[in-house]
């Protein structure tokens, strides 16, 4: 069968900044080891992180998207048959730049929420001057263009779970069962 023909599964983790898609998409992949499934974890952020940024392209998306490619294909060859994808999608146009880096792509998003106010909370334990500020900030405008926007297959409120129980209910909602 050849590469176009294959369907890979593909979840993307999804969220506000703040929304503990990092934490999410680790812990998904901690539950998928111990059931033994082969996949892959792919943080984009680590794959934009270059300077400079196109002026056209201030979160280096595209330069991400080609790393995602070769990324996968090199992980697809040592034999992950699935893959967690952790980002933040502001439109649903993002689901082509993904299945154009995955041929064969099977993609749902997943979005993680939690109130605004509580997104501020945990980015002031992580952040702090000009940076909590932009990133406090930043959440209540994705929050809003998430809603706005519809994104997400499935919405998950992270609000009073522990870590492990939104990663079960994440796999248990896009049918990836241990």
Not at 26 to 32: F, K, R, Y
Not at 120 to 130: T, V
Request: glycine fraction near 8%.
């Amino acid at each position: 069968m050849s590469q176009a023909h294959v369907s890979i599964p593909t979840l993307i983790v999804t969220g506000a900044v703040g929304a503990g898609k990092t934490t999410i998409g680790g812990a998904v992949s901690d539950q998928l080891t111990e059931a033994n499934r082969p996949h892959a974890l792919i943080d984009m952020d680590a794959l934009r992180s270059c300077y400079p940024r196109p002026a056209d392209d201030p979160f280096n998306t595209a330069v991400g998207y080609r790393n995602l490619a070769a990324l996968w294909a090199n992980y697809q060859g040592v034999g992950a048959e699935r893959v967690i994808i952790v980002d933040v999608v502001e439109t649903p146009e993002q689901r082509a730049d993904y299945a154009a880096a995955i041929p064969g792509a099977a993609i749902q998003i997943v979005r993680l929420t939690a109130s605004v106010a509580e997104l501020q909370r945990r980015l002031a334990g992580r952040e702090r001057g000009d940076s909590l500020r932009w990133h406090q900030a930043r959440a209540a405008e994705l929050t809003a263009l998430m809603d706005a926007r519809g994104i997400g297959d499935h919405v998950i409120d992270t609000g009073g779970k522990t870590i492990d129980e939104i990663a079960a209910e994440v796999l248990q909602r896009v049918g990836w069962p241990l």
